[in-house]
């Protein structure tokens, strides 16, 4: 069974302070992970797709990385507008499309 | 990115009633939609699986009978919560998915159920 655990459940940065969401991972056959940000009351935003380990992207102050085990969400000076709940989720070799979603970390980014 | 579509923001009705919720996909056309339940503080629960023109894959625990999709077109998914207790009461979210396997998913805004 597919399984995604993320840490920390939740962290606070000062603003400007940089860190790292972890999303660990296990998957029979990895197609696709996948990170997404989560504002309270409204449906997740997608940020970031990655397929094969080593694999990096950025966005802004946002930046993906995935080995074979995990995938690390790196943020970079962070603002409070940052702030919210980030999810992980993963899609298996499956027949099956469906994504299976961590817990996610929630962010909060104080002035 | 891609622009789906989610109706009503939220609903509150009464208890035995039967609620109806609509996911479009605005931009594109979605072979896949998917169904999920997200209590608070938790992640997001995949209630069923639908793609068009078939019937809905439910997991494992999720009366289809009392919550009705419907995917009808490539543009629109329909969620029915039928004769709702206030045990429904939830967040309900759709997402839509391009054809092809390796794409990503987008997500409605989704729907705050209230059953009073």
């Known amino acids: 069974e597919d399984q995604v655990t993320q840490s920390p459940e939740a962290l606070r940065l000062q603003e400007g302070e940089s860190s790292s969401l972890n999303c660990s991972y296990t998957v029979s056959g990895l197609r696709g992970l996948f990170w997404y940000r989560q504002d309270p009351g409204k449906g997740p935003e997608f940020l970031f797709t990655?397929?094969?380990a080593g694999e990096e992207k950025e966005k802004e102050r946002l930046k993906a990385t995935l080995t074979k085990k995990e995938s690390f969400l790196h943020i970079t000076a962070p603002k409070p507008e940052d702030s919210a709940t980030y999810l992980c989720?993963?899609?298996?070799?499956?027949?099956?499309?469906?994504?299976?979603f961590g817990k996610g970390t929630k962010l909060t980014v104080n002035p | 990115g891609a622009v789906v579509s989610q109706h009503p923001s939220w609903v509150i009705c009464k208890s035995g009633t039967s609620v109806k919720i609509e996911c479009r996909s605005l931009?594109?056309?979605?072979?896949?939609m998917f169904w999920y339940r997200q209590f608070p503080k938790q992640s997001l629960m995949l209630m069923a699986t639908s793609n068009e023109g078939s019937k809905a894959t439910y997991e494992q625990g999720v009366e289809k009978d009392k919550f009705l999709i419907n995917h009808a077109s490539l543009t629109l998914s329909t969620l029915t919560v039928t004769s709702a207790h206030p045990e429904d009461s939830s967040f309900y979210i759709c997402?839509?998915?391009?054809?092809?396997?390796?794409?990503?998913?987008?997500f409605g805004q989704g729907t705050r159920l209230t059953v009073v």
């Open positions: 997402s839509a998915k391009f054809a092809g396997p390796y794409t990503e998913a987008f």
């Open positions: 989720a993963v899609q298996g070799q499956g027949g099956s499309e469906k994504l299976v």
């Open positions: 931009d594109f056309q979605a072979t896949t």
């Open positions: 990655l397929y094969s």
